[in-house]
Antibody
Framework: EVQLVESGGGLVQPGGSLRLSCAAS????????MTWVRQAPERGLEWVAN????????YYVDSVRGRFTISRDNAKNSLYLQMNSLRAEDTAVYYC????????????????WGQGSLVTVSS | EIVLTQSPGTLSSSPGERATLSCRAS???????LAWYQQKPGQAPRLLIY???SRATGIPDNFSGSGSGTDFTLTISRLGPEDFAMYYC????????FGGGTKVEIK
């Protein structure tokens, strides 16, 4: 059974940092792209960042590029999201999702999701 | 960026009824790369439909998807108690975007 378990969320002040982790099991982690998707009440679902199988390639949504860094450790079956210079608008539940890459469009389908980790940015 | 607009925002139905949810794209979705997800409170989204009409693994056949181009539909043929939830569409014909969701609630 595919399982994705996020951790590391919490309350942080604007300008602060937080590191999210996602522990994967039940599938061959090193064979899949992985993505962070966030869900904020007023903005809905938004993909944030993703990384290819060996960690050599990644993409970011414009609003987080330069502030967030995605990484992975295939030996530990884990995905990470380092979030710096956090803003109030980064407040959301952050999900990690197993991703299927479609070369014809250069885009992604998300076939399994974790339960999410809440990040609140507030003073 | 392709904007997805879902309607209605809320659908009030009774168990056993048919539910029809709409997802309209601001431009044509390449190769009909359109997916539907179900999300219940406090739970992760679950993939239901991909490629506009293909059911994901383990999804019962009372869920069906249809459509092409800019107009897509998710149909739940008979609503069971477990089907009352939020539903989102997502396109992956270009940089992925999601619709705002339709809440299916018990009338």
């Amino acid at each position: 059974e595919v399982q994705l378990v996020e951790s590391g969320g919490g309350l942080v002040q604007p300008g602060g940092s937080l590191r999210l982790s996602c522990a994967a099991s039940g599938f061959t982690f090193r064979s899949y792209w992985m993505t962070w998707v966030r869900q904020a009440p007023e903005r809905g679902l938004e993909w944030v960042a993703n990384m290819n199988q060996d960690g050599s390639g990644n993409y970011y949504v414009d609003s987080v590029r330069g502030r967030f860094t995605i990484s992975r450790d295939n030996a530990k079956n884990s995905l990470y999201l380092q979030m710096n210079s956090l803003r109030a608008e980064d407040t959301a539940v952050y999900y990690c999702a197993r991703s299927l890459y479609y070369s014809g469009s250069g885009s992604f389908l998300f076939d399994y999701w974790g339960q999410g980790s809440l990040v609140t940015v507030s003073s | 960026e392709i904007v997805l607009t879902q309607s209605p925002g809320t659908l009030s139905s009774s168990p056993g009824e048919r539910a029809t949810l709409s997802c309209r794209a601001s431009q044509s979705v390449r190769s009909n790369y359109l997916a539907w997800y179900q999300q219940k409170p406090g739970q992760a989204p679950r993939l239901l439909i991909y490629g506009a009409s293909s059911r994901a693994t383990g999804i019962p056949d009372n869920f069906s998807g249809s459509g092409s181009g800019t107009d897509f539909t998710l149909t739940i043929s008979r609503l069971g108690p477990e089907d009352f939830a939020m539903y989102y569409c997502q396109q992956y014909g270009s940089s992925p975007t999601f619709g705002g969701g339709t809440k299916v609630e018990i009338k």
